[in-house]
DNA sequence: CTGAAAGCGCTTACAG
DNA sequence: CTGAAAGCGCTTACAG
């Protein structure tokens, strides 16, 4: 509650000198006795700055929102990592926000579509955001940076190497020998450029792709993927799932049918999360390097206030990586 | 970029006009035609307000946020959805954060704990805050709802019945035929709460409750809890996981150590969530009132931005509730 | 029915 | 070395 202006008058000086000392860009030579008066006042009082007002100032809220969705997909967890340390190494606050609040109408839509609280928005999503809310977003003087491959040239977005992950996943499998590999996805951009990459891997070894099976994200989706796989005829002998909490999900519902991982049947699964280690049998992953993505996000930002141009794009620079663990073996 | 003055310009009115129809607090008895003029030149320009002038006016954001421990844990799912709803009801925006970004320094923090820009603050945390930054955070007009048992009586606190809810744990254990009951938990509060009522119910069915085994939250402290169980000698043959995902981790190292699950060892775990289904055996859980949870959280934080008291502490309405999966069954 | 003006709490040239 | 003043973009009594 005590402002600048009580601090001023506490400490007997003008209201400069305390937002002098407050943020060190102005009056730099002050005489060591105001400073310390000041100094004092503010300790004395309790004086916290206000952000609101600081922000309509400054023209910058110094705060970016990252809204992605399914925010307990344990995928997520590197992903805020870098972006939360890349954040605050350039001076910002991370918030965080799902997908499904971006309601039209909603509050939490309007603080990101408003201007002064949130200097710009780094959004993952599918597909689940309506066409409307998206049309608002780009019509804003916002910056929006999507994590996820993008075809409208409008946008400004990054992605990891979601074609380099599908062909290692399937690389790993027909390694192993296995020549009868399926793929289970979502819809959507992530899932078919990881479908797209295992395709490649297919037919660099000579090697029949299936058709992919569209289910969804969730374990359920998992779950659904391999009945559908059965419901084609004889069950492939591996299989490449686009997401880890899928691959998940798969993997209890081949327990359920008495169908023996990895004996007769190798699961892959893309991106990794501490579950994968937990569920036996674990699961084999293709890590995704999303640490570096949300570094990566977090330049984009950067780079969008600051009108500087960048790379945009796929990166490719720390690549996926293999986690070998207990799901997948050779062929019978 | 559009300000209201320029759209008054635009409409040939003024600010006043402009700020009333975007409100619709004052000049309710305006023309249509004034109306009508303003709203187009609203539209035509774009015109987005500005949330930090208006914070600064209104001296209230019209945002709250919401910072929990291990953001990954699926269990805060439900919390998260009640909040939001509750929260968007009552004309708050709602933002989320991790515990582990409010070190003494960091912008996150100095956004809770500035003024203007965040109303109130949920927050849930263990132990891993530190205490200054939890003093700071008690010294500020910022009102803070802890989503947890606290003991300090200038601490607004609600929680679940974490108390019911390792009750009836045990009790489910104890009904099945178990007697050797153990159980694994964290430090800290809610871990503490749910032992003390797995002991309640152990004194009430004759039984001895053996002394906690103290771990912690993750995947990696169920395959700790189950190791000292084990290394105390005889394994009992049933246990209480204070969390779900260090269950979910015990029941990956009873399968390593090869021991059938639930035939020779029950194990429930408190807290629910997705994956307790996915798991095989799927985990037996105490599910927790979350979502309500969340909803009873954002009361708070209006009553406290009221001033209007309300009823703190425990809530015991929706109570806790045993969901039976495949985890447990008599003792052989 | 509508407008002029004050003021929310800051920051930042500018003057002295 | 320090202060007076303008202004960021709103909202809200108040006057007419």
Redesign the interface.
């Known amino acids: 509650?005590a402002t600048q202006k009580e601090i001023a008058r506490l400490a007997g000086v003008s209201v400069s000198s305390v937002s002098a000392v407050l943020n060190g860009t102005t009056h730099t030579r002050m005489s060591h006795a105001t400073r310390e008066r000041i100094e004092a006042a503010i300790a004395e009082a309790?004086y916290?700055?206000?952000?609101?007002?600081?922000?309509?100032r400054r023209q910058q809220?110094?705060?970016i929102?990252v809204v992605v969705e399914k925010?307990?997909n344990?995928a997520?967890?590197e992903l805020?990592h870098g972006i939360?340390e890349a954040?605050?190494e350039r001076?910002?606050?991370?918030?965080?926000?799902?997908v499904v609040?971006m309601r039209s109408g909603?509050?939490?839509l309007?603080?990101l579509?408003?201007?002064?609280?949130i200097d710009a928005i780094v959004l993952r999503q599918d597909r689940l955001i309506d066409e409307e809310v998206l049309a608002h977003l780009r019509?804003?003087?916002t910056p929006v940076v999507l994590v996820e491959r993008q075809a409208d040239p409008h946008d400004s977005w990054i992605a990891v190497d979601d074609l380099a992950a599908g062909r290692m996943a399937a690389e790993h499998l027909i390694e192993l020998g296995h020549r009868d590999i399926a793929f289970v996805g979502g819809e959507g951009q992530p899932s078919a450029a990881r479908c797209e990459g295992y395709a490649t891997a297919m037919r660099s070894a000579g090697l029949v792709s299936s058709s992919p099976v569209v289910t969804g994200f969730?374990?359920e989706s998992g779950a659904r993927g391999l009945d559908e796989l059965r419901a084609r005829g004889v069950l492939p002998t591996a299989v490449v799932v686009a997401n880890v909490?899928s691959a998940?999900?798969l993997?209890?519902a081949a327990?359920?049918a008495g169908i023996d991982v990895p004996g007769r049947f190798s699961v892959v699964g893309i991106h990794d999360a501490?579950?994968a280690?937990?569920?036996?049998p674990?699961l084999t992953t293709v890590k995704l390097p999303m640490r570096a993505l949300g570094v990566r996000a977090v330049e984009q930002v950067s780079a969008l206030l600051a009108g500087t141009p960048t790379e945009l794009g796929v990166f490719t620079d720390p690549p996926p990586e293999v986690i070998v663990r207990s799901s997948t073996a050779p062929p019978e």
Request: proline letters at 6%; glycine letters at 12%.
């Open positions: 509650m309790g916290v700055p206000n952000d609101a007002a600081r922000a309509l809220a110094g705060t929102a925010l307990e344990p997520y967890k805020f939360y954040a605050e001076g910002w606050a991370v918030v965080l926000g799902d609040w909603s509050h939490f309007a603080r579509l408003g201007r002064g609280s019509a804003r003087p969730g374990p909490m998940v999900g993997l209890a327990a359920d501490d579950i280690d937990v569920v036996r674990s």
